[in-house]
């Protein structure tokens, strides 16, 4: 009789383990840094492949690394996916990040794709482009879309360019710090002065300015290419894409699993699943047209990787991003009433 109950007990604590294990991992909370569309595409794939509630929330860049930094004794999000590496490098010099050494980091195109610590691996590459309205190129005769960093200084851009800002926008910081890795401190910040005065609006988010010069808001915006040609393909906006013949910057998006993390077990199988050609593949069908990081997947779009790339410092980068954000706020433009 006694065994019986024995047995029993064992039983109903194996269930009881059992349960625990499934229901941490039932939940996922991702901070998303894609496109919605993207983000939420990519949700609910994971969630009915995987049978994972997840919970996302679409935040750019630097808004993202300062929630996470608020959150840093409380974390509210498992993961954070997607947005240029060099804010992930910040996050994980802050304590902000756990390791985790996925089995699929095998599949990784190239080494640089992955933190050598495991903190972040890369997910996506894209490269800075610019975007002109060809309705608006068709009112100006004689006017050429921009192809160098000195063109966007041209007059007959001037109050004609919108950009994001840099405090909020992982683009925005991939593009000042492109100038200033191109032409060194003084001058690339001499540019910038110039540039403001080309401005019309900062905007808060990386891709908006895309689609407001898409809808004739202005004549030139500065936005990772990818997303110009989804603008293209996906909404037909009358929109050309030019690049900086004289080398332009790049991103690698991150994902990272957030130090503290509730749901470390579903987390880590999400960062196995982005790893996989398979969920890589699957960018395509939700308007994200940037170049995987994994084997097996077709470049859909290889004119966004087949430019001039600069030798991008993303360790330097993320070293001086919050100084360098400062400096613009003070001496470039401010972060207040960015267009949305
Ligand atoms: N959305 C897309 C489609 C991107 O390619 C990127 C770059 O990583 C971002 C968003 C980053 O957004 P933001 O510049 O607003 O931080």
């Not at 997607?82 to 190239?110: C, F, K, M, R």
């Not at 960093?149 to 001037?158: A, C, K, S, T």
């Not at 005065?197 to 809808?215: C, E, I, L």
């Amino acid at each position: 009789m006694k065994q019986r109950y024995g047995y029993i007990g064992v039983l109903l604590l194996c269930v009881l383990v059992l349960a625990a294990c499934q229901r941490g991992s039932r939940e996922l909370n991702v901070l998303c840094t894609v496109s919605e569309e993207w983000c939420q595409g990519m949700t609910a794939e994971f969630a009915s492949q995987f049978n994972i509630q997840v919970n996302s929330v679409r935040m750019s860049t630097g808004e993202a690394l300062a929630r996470l930094r608020e959150e840093r004794d409380d974390p509210q999000f498992d993961i954070w996916w997607g947005g240029p590496i060099d804010s992930y490098i910040v996050a994980q010099n802050e304590g902000l990040l756990q390791a985790y050494a996925s089995p699929n980091h095998g599949n990784l195109l190239d080494a640089r794709y992955r933190d050598p610590d495991n903190y972040w691996v890369g997910v996506y590459v894209g490269s800075l482009g610019f975007c002109t309205n060809t309705e608006w190129l068709a009112d100006n005769p004689g006017v050429e879309p921009p192809r160098s960093w000195d063109d966007l200084l041209r007059p007959e851009f001037e109050r004609q360019i919108i950009m994001a800002h840099p405090a909020t926008s992982g683009t925005a910081y991939t593009f000042l710090s492109t100038l200033l890795q191109l032409r060194g401190d003084a001058p690339g910040w001499a540019y910038m002065q110039d540039f403001s005065d080309q401005v019309y609006q900062f905007s808060r988010s990386g891709s908006a300015p895309a689609t407001f010069v898409g809808q004739g808001e202005a004549a030139v915006c500065i936005v990772f290419s990818h997303d110009i040609i989804q603008l293209i393909e996906d909404h037909q906006l009358p929109l050309v894409l030019s690049f900086p013949e004289e080398g332009t910057g790049y991103e690698i998006g991150g994902l990272a699993i957030i130090a503290g993390a509730r749901h470390t077990d579903a987390a880590q199988k999400w960062v196995d699943w982005a790893l996989t050609a398979e969920a890589q593949a699957l960018g395509a069908r939700y308007g994200s047209y940037q170049a995987p990081t994994v084997h097996g997947v077709a470049l859909r779009y290889p004119e966004i990787l087949e430019v001039n790339l600069i030798d991008y410092d993303f360790v330097g980068s993320a070293a001086r991003k919050d100084a360098l954000v400062q400096q613009f706020i003070n001496e470039i433009a401010t972060a207040d009433n960015l267009k949305q």
